[in-house]
């Protein structure tokens, strides 16, 4: 059995990105409100040396200089002295950044995934530009404005900048469908699509209802509070609030929705500047829509930023339960500042503090920021994801709730019960078959192949109803496996059995119902899921 830390941090680390984007997406503060110091004698004398260095390049350096690529480079290396989180965003790149947040982008409304270097249409977007010309999940496509983009290697990165373009322009994409012999010809004028916060909203248990909520943008609360009103009107006393993975977003967002759970007066955040007059303290105001019943805040290791905001304002409330394990740590608050050239500058003008008064902003080295995003790494291998005993908390920051209970500063919001990450049925041939990307690549197989069948379904009872056993559903896999280089080894197999027939039931039906509908599947073995409505039946709350 795999069952050291290292090899467990391998297996629960699978699929998890290198490089922890998290960091930017977390602690905005609406608008932008450039607010420059007085210059004084240090500025002007780093300013004229400034100056001098790129003369002096310009006119004496062995070969010409390109001086606004130079500056491009120089500006990165520059912010990463101050910290992880300042961060600059070139004009090219401006409007896509900000569209993840802004709640819309101009865009064909599809999403996608590269498979054997093809761009496979996963989704369709109801209502958006692809539907309306008659694009279909399963459809590869091959051809984009003429430029052949299958069987080549491409990141996705750059698929999206082919597909996304301004509103009203035209894109011809040439499509390959099963069952037509002949490729397809589409030309999609792009429109505005709508980005949505919420990838699940349901009744997971008898008046308990369920709601994750995947970022902080612009109409997340919009999105959110819509969602919970309708799990309240389908019986919902009681909540369970998915915050892991959510990286953060505007603050603002994240001070509206922990509104709706405390009383008036409650503290929900301080924000304190550089200067002490910059110091604010929001409180709530009593208009919440869900101040009572039961409530359970979900966080992991990538719950960062307005989701500790939150997850901070109902800990130290005593306002509900905090369950999972401790979440990135950061609390440092940015503003986007344009410059002239179209440019923006995401720095960083405060740090927050929860109602009790901790700053949970994790340690860092400046200009040491790949050291920074690989801490969460560290947490693996040290085995603290697997064990709250090797939680390491900085004694030194200690503080209380508002009913007293002790709660600690220093990185990050520590859970009140601890759920370790699940790897009972994670062995090498899960690993192995997960990290190629079989599962995903199976599932998306069998859908194609069934899918006027299974499109009958609408609900996921139905849908589970029209599949095959688990034995035959594993069985399939396991030769589709064999056939793409996995070795069949049934004593690891019928270790992963419950977790790999649990996935691709879970991913059948995100192809065929949607991403709400994975979740509904995936949570039926989630830990820290279970955990919660267990603390739930019992009001085991704070």
């Not at 040491?368 to 603290?384: T, V, W």
């Not at 200690?398 to 601890?418: K, N, Q, S, W």
């Not at 979740?519 to 603390?535: K, P």
Request: glycine share 10%; with cysteine; net charge negative.
């Amino acid at each position: 059995m795999e069952n050291n830390t290292k090899t467990k941090a391998r297996a629960a680390l699978a699929g998890v990105p290198v490089i922890v984007t998290i960091a930017l997406l977390a602690g905005i503060l609406l608008g932008s409100r450039m607010n420059l110091r007085p210059r004084n004698s240090t500025t002007a004398r780093a300013r004229d040396k400034v100056e001098e260095l790129f003369k002096l390049i310009e006119s004496q350096y062995v070969d010409e200089v390109n001086i606004d690529s130079l500056l491009e480079q120089t500006i990165p290396l520059m912010l990463g002295n101050l910290d992880p989180h300042t961060a600059y965003i070139p004009a090219e790149d401006l409007a896509d950044v900000n569209s993840e947040l802004d709640g819309s982008f101009s865009g064909i409304g599809i999403s996608f995934q590269l498979m054997n270097d093809t761009i496979t249409v996963l989704e369709v977007i109801s209502g958006g530009p692809s539907e309306k010309v008659g694009l279909m999940p399963g459809d590869r496509i091959v051809e984009v404005n003429d430029t052949v983009v299958a069987g080549r290697k491409m990141a996705s990165d750059d698929v999206v900048k082919m597909l996304r373009g301004p509103r009203d322009s035209k894109v011809r994409l040439e499509i390959r469908r099963a069952g037509s012999p002949e490729l397809l010809s589409y030309e999609v004028t792009r429109g505005d699509i709508p980005v949505t916060s919420i990838d699940a909203s349901y009744l997971i248990a008898p008046g308990v209802g369920y709601i994750k909520v995947n970022k902080f943008g612009r109409n997340t609360f919009t999105e959110f509070f819509t969602q919970m009103l309708m799990l309240k009107a389908d019986g919902a006393r009681d909540f369970i609030l998915d915050l892991r993975g959510n990286g953060g977003g505007y603050l603002d967002v994240a001070v509206r929705m922990a509104n709706e759970f405390l009383g008036a007066g409650d503290v929900i955040v301080e924000t304190r500047g550089r200067d002490d007059e910059a110091a604010e303290s929001v409180r709530a105001d009593g208009s919440g829509t869900f101040r009572t019943g039961g409530l359970a805040v979900l966080l992991d290791e990538f719950s960062a930023s307005a989701s500790e905001i939150v997850a901070g304002a109902i800990q130290d409330n005593d306002r509900g339960i905090i369950l999972g394990r401790r979440s990135f740590g950061k609390g440092l608050v940015q503003t986007q500042e344009d410059l002239s050239d179209g440019s923006a500058v995401r720095i960083t003008t405060a740090r927050y503090y929860t109602p009790s008064g901790r700053c949970i902003q994790k340690p860092f080295t400046k200009g040491r920021a790949d050291n920074y995003a690989l801490e969460i790494y560290d947490r693996y291998a040290s085995g603290e994801v697997f064990s709250a005993d090797s939680v390491k908390l900085d004694t030194s920051l200690l503080y209380h709730t508002r009913a007293g209970r002790e709660v600690y500063g220093g990185g990050g919001i520590m859970p009140d019960i601890f759920v370790p990450a699940d790897t009972a049925n994670i062995t090498a041939y899960y690993t192995r078959v997960s990290n190629a990307g079989l599962l995903h690549r199976f599932t998306f197989e069998f859908v194609d192949a069934n899918r006027a069948r299974l499109d009958a379904a609408t609900t996921v009872d139905e849908l589970l109803a029209l599949l095959p056993s688990d034995g035959a559903l594993l069985g399939d896999f396991v030769q589709f496996a064999s056939r793409n280089g996995v070795p069949t080894r049934w004593y690891y197999v019928n270790i992963s059995r419950p977790l790999l027939v649990n996935v691709l039931k879970a991913l059948i039906a995100r192809d065929v119902l949607g991403t709400a509908a994975f979740y509904e599947i995936d949570n039926t073995r989630d830990n820290v899921v279970a955990r919660a409505l267990t603390a739930l039946a019992g009001k085991k709350n704070p």
